[in-house]
């Protein structure tokens, strides 16, 4: 087959109504041998079916979640939010998980994957982690500020063929509580949850650093969009049946 076709999650903003996306994402998945496909916060009715064009999918980081869709009233840590994107994201992330597609969430889209799933996020590290490190760098993208200890046995250990890694970070919230389909597979010295993934899906994977930023200096990083493509390579794309736990 040709290049896998990998659909990446955007930005909207509600006040100018324009879609965006990093040139980061674009690039990761055409050097890791994907076709990116920039999807836009489309219709309820249309997440499904925006599935039924990619082999794969990339939840993008960004703003914060509306805490609504885990049960809880907002906070006055709780930033900018953007109904639109919320609402498609999660509806496009359960989609994948029913139907066996590939999906990877980063930073932002971590934390979608998780409430998609039934989990909830801190709505700010704060208020949840003692001593927390600092979550949003002033150092570059490209840069690692903190290390994180990686599960063995995991796929991210597989993935990155190491246990112990130095990552960037842009967040101020994460993970409280992961749903029973997940497990989490990295953390920060702090104990911040730094990556997740279900056990009973071919490729669910979420990570709360950067790596499309990373790996043009450091080519570790491009592994985990080489692996999402692999895993769209060989996956069966004509039978996606729905496992217990997500349906």
Same mark, same amino acid.
């Given at each position: 087959?040709?290049?896998?076709? /990998?659909?990446?999650?955007?930005?909207?903003?509600?006040?100018?109504?324009?879609?965006?996306?990093?040139?980061?994402?674009?690039? &990761?998945?055409?050097?890791?041998?994907?076709? %990116?496909?920039?999807?836009? &916060?489309?219709?309820?009715?249309?997440?499904?079916?925006?599935? =039924?064009? !990619?082999?794969?999918? /990339?939840?993008?980081?960004?703003?914060?979640?509306?805490?609504?869709?885990?049960?809880?009233?907002?906070? %006055?840590?709780?930033?900018?939010?953007?109904?639109?994107?919320?609402?498609?994201?999660?509806?496009?992330?359960?989609?994948?998980?029913?139907?066996?597609?590939? !999906?990877?969430?980063?930073?932002?889209?971590? $934390?979608?994957?998780?409430?998609?799933?039934?989990?909830?996020?801190? $709505?700010? /590290?704060?208020?949840?982690?003692?001593? %927390?490190?600092?979550?949003? $760098?002033?150092?570059?993208?490209?840069?690692?500020?903190?290390?994180?200890?990686?599960?063995?046995?995991?796929?991210?250990?597989?993935?990155?063929?190491?246990?112990?890694?130095?990552?960037?970070?842009?967040?101020? $919230?994460?993970?409280?509580?992961?749903?029973? +389909?997940?497990?989490?597979?990295?953390?920060? %010295?702090?104990?911040?949850?730094?990556? /997740?993934?279900? =056990?009973?899906?071919?490729?669910?994977?979420?990570?709360?650093?950067?790596?499309?930023?990373?790996?043009?200096?450091?080519?570790?990083?491009?592994?985990?969009?080489?692996?999402?493509?692999?895993?769209? +390579?060989?996956?069966?794309?004509? !039978?996606?049946?729905?496992?217990?736990?997500?349906?």
């Amino acid at each position: 087959m040709g290049r896998v076709i /990998i659909g990446i999650t955007s930005a909207f903003d509600e006040e100018d109504e324009r879609f965006s996306l990093s040139r980061y994402y674009v690039d &990761a998945v055409t050097q890791a041998g994907g076709l %990116p496909l920039i999807l836009p &916060a489309l219709s309820l009715e249309l997440a499904a079916a925006t599935l =039924e064009r !990619v082999h794969g999918l /990339i939840l993008s980081g960004g703003g914060d979640l509306d805490p609504a869709y885990f049960g809880e009233e907002p906070l %006055p840590s709780i930033k900018k939010i953007a109904p639109r994107r919320d609402a498609f994201e999660i509806a496009v992330a359960r989609a994948a998980l029913v139907r066996q597609v590939p !999906v990877l969430g980063i930073c932002r889209g971590l $934390q979608v994957l998780n409430v998609a799933a039934g989990g909830k996020v801190l $709505q700010d /590290i704060s208020l949840g982690i003692c001593n %927390p490190l600092k979550h949003f $760098q002033d150092a570059p993208r490209s840069h690692g500020t903190h290390h994180i200890e990686i599960l063995p046995g995991s796929k991210l250990a597989s993935i990155f063929a190491t246990l112990r890694l130095r990552v960037n970070s842009f967040h101020h $919230q994460a993970v409280s509580r992961l749903p029973p +389909a997940f497990k989490a597979t990295a953390w920060a %010295p702090d104990g911040v949850i730094e990556g /997740i993934e279900a =056990e009973a899906h071919p490729f669910a994977v979420g990570v709360q650093f950067h790596p499309e930023t990373m790996w043009e200096k450091e080519p570790v990083f491009l592994n985990l969009f080489a692996s999402l493509v692999a895993s769209c +390579a060989t996956a069966e794309s004509d !039978v996606r049946k729905p496992p217990d736990k997500y349906s």
